[in-house]
């Protein structure tokens, strides 16, 4: 299975490509939290990425082809989620290209559709756990024990990202840089699109039925 999750930020690409990645056996791989983890450590990687994270704004596409890259090599024929990239059509072209070589064509492109004041809800209520990096919405939050990662114990932080100056920046950049990305994979008649409000299980049950067809 090899697929990619698109969506604008707050649609539940990482929370969704966590149960397909179980549930089809395959690499979770996702460049936001590539970055992040390489801005925790440090590494020249994180260091060039860090300052446009914060500002909500898109790290360049060299950097993130080249991440995106040497991640699919290292998974190999094991199946794919990619959540978070392509978001450019750069990177969509560089992901084709790329993909041609390993002999690993793409199966279906899934964006994630939710309405605009959804996501800002969702994006303004989000925590994550500062240890495993899994998402845990705050509204489900109603005792001590759960202010924690239910994962790792870790505990839940809200993102620099997910403030909200630089919500409404990732949004603009979505609308701007990101959404040509679907005509891209409409054209090439791989994009379905589902609908992604309502509880994780039903969205995860209407990606799996899109997949099944
Ligand atoms: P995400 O966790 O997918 O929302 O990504 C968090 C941040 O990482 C984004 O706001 C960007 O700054 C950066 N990022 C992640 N994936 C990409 C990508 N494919 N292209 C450019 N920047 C990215």
């Known amino acids: 299975m090899r697929i990619v999750l698109f969506g604008p930020p707050g649609a539940g690409k990482g929370t969704q490509a966590g149960l397909l990645s179980e549930k089809f ?25 860090k300052g446009y994270m914060d500002r909500g704004e898109l790290v360049p596409d060299h950097v993130v ?14 199946g794919f989620i990619l959540d978070g990239f392509p978001r450019t059509v750069p990177q969509a072209e560089a992901l084709d290209k790329a ?16 309405p605009e004041e959804e996501l800002v809800r969702r994006l303004s209520s989000r925590r994550v756990c500062a240890g495993c990096s899994k998402p845990a919405m705050v509204g489900a939050i109603s005792t ?15 993102r620099a990202d997910d403030k909200p100056e630089a919500v409404r920046n990732r949004l603009r950049v979505y609308q701007e840089q990101t959404a040509p990305v679907m005509n891209y994979y409409r054209d090439r008649g791989l994009l379905v699109q ?8 039903d969205v995860r049950d209407r990606v799996v039925d899109v997949l099944s067809k």
């Open 25 to 49: 056996n395959a690499a979770h791989i996702s460049t936001g939290d590539i970055l992040r983890e390489a801005v925790a450590k440090g590494t020249e990687v994180g260091l060039k990425a």
């Open 194 to 201: 589902v609908d992604a409000t309502g509880t994780v299980e």
């Open 99 to 114: 993909l041609e070589e390993l002999n690993l064509p793409i199966d279906a492109v899934v964006s994630l559709d939710v």
């Open 144 to 158: 001590d024990t759960e202010s924690i990662c239910s994962a790792c114990g870790g505990e839940l932080v809200q």
């Open 65 to 78: 082809i080249e991440i995106a890259k040497q991640k699919l090599a290292e998974v190999g024929k094991s």
